[in-house]
């Protein structure tokens, strides 16, 4: 069965401060797409990125970098020089084909609080 | 831009009661989910639809029902209310093909 671990419940950093969120999966899948959203206290939930499973580069946008380490299963997100908008919470997820619909399953989040 | 609304953002129900949250989108989407999002379990699927009138279970589908009359619309039913359904709902679309899935801003019912 699919799972996603967000071991991280809450984290609490200092504005400026490098803060990495950790996700860990399990699929018996060989192709499979991994997700990072965030929920900002605004409720909805904005899509971050999606990787695939054949592509284990690391990818960086701005602040905002994913390392996916096949090897271990995990998929996590550093977010540099931290900033009080990044507090939200945030959401690792993982694609499950069910032959009808394309499904993710989802960690339990990690809330990421940014003070000054 | 795509567009996932939910016809209210706070919904406050009696125990009994037959509550209906309604989800619309206006990208063509195929499918389309239903999830509740609890303190510590995260999003967990309830039922979801690749087609109008298809539709299949989730993780935890009871005590709800669904209906997908159109392809733009697909609406959660609680038959009848219990305090174990007061939780925020969110509903997202996604192309067929796709994983990628597009959410609607949510609705946190309270059920009393």
């Known amino acids: 069965a699919q799972k996603v671990t967000q071991a991280q419940t809450e984290i609490s950093v200092v504005e400026k401060e490098d803060v990495t969120l950790d996700c860990v999966y399990e699929t018996r899948d060989t192709t499979y797409y991994l997700f990072w959203y965030k929920q900002p206290p605004s409720g909805e939930l904005v899509f971050l990125i999606r990787?695939?499973?054949?592509?284990?580069q690391n990818e960086i946008s701005g602040r905002y970098s994913w390392n996916f380490q096949k090897s271990t299963s995990s998929f996590n997100f550093t977010i540099t020089a931290s900033q009080v908008v990044d507090s939200a919470v945030y959401f690792c997820a993982l694609s499950e084909e069910t032959g009808t619909a394309s499904k993710l399953t989802f960690g339990t989040g990690t809330r990421l609080q940014v003070t000054l | 831009d795509v567009k996932v609304t939910q016809s209210s953002r706070y919904l406050v129900k009696r125990t009994g009661e037959k509550v209906f949250l309604e989800c619309v989108q206006d990208?063509?989407?195929?499918?389309m989910f239903w999830y509740r999002q609890d303190p510590g379990l995260g999003l967990r699927l309830i039922y979801f639809s690749y087609d109008v009138k298809m539709k299949e279970k989730g993780d935890i589908p009871e005590g709800y029902s669904v209906s997908r009359e159109k392809k733009e619309r697909f609406s959660l039913i609680l038959e009848s209310a219990s305090t174990n359904q007061t939780s925020m709902y969110l509903c997202?679309?996604?192309?067929?093909?796709?994983?990628?899935?597009?959410f609607g801003p949510g609705t946190r019912l309270t059920v009393t």
């Open positions: 990208m063509d989407h195929e499918n």
């Open positions: 990787r695939n499973s054949f592509d284990e």
């Open positions: 997202a679309s996604s192309y067929v093909d796709s994983y990628e899935q597009y």
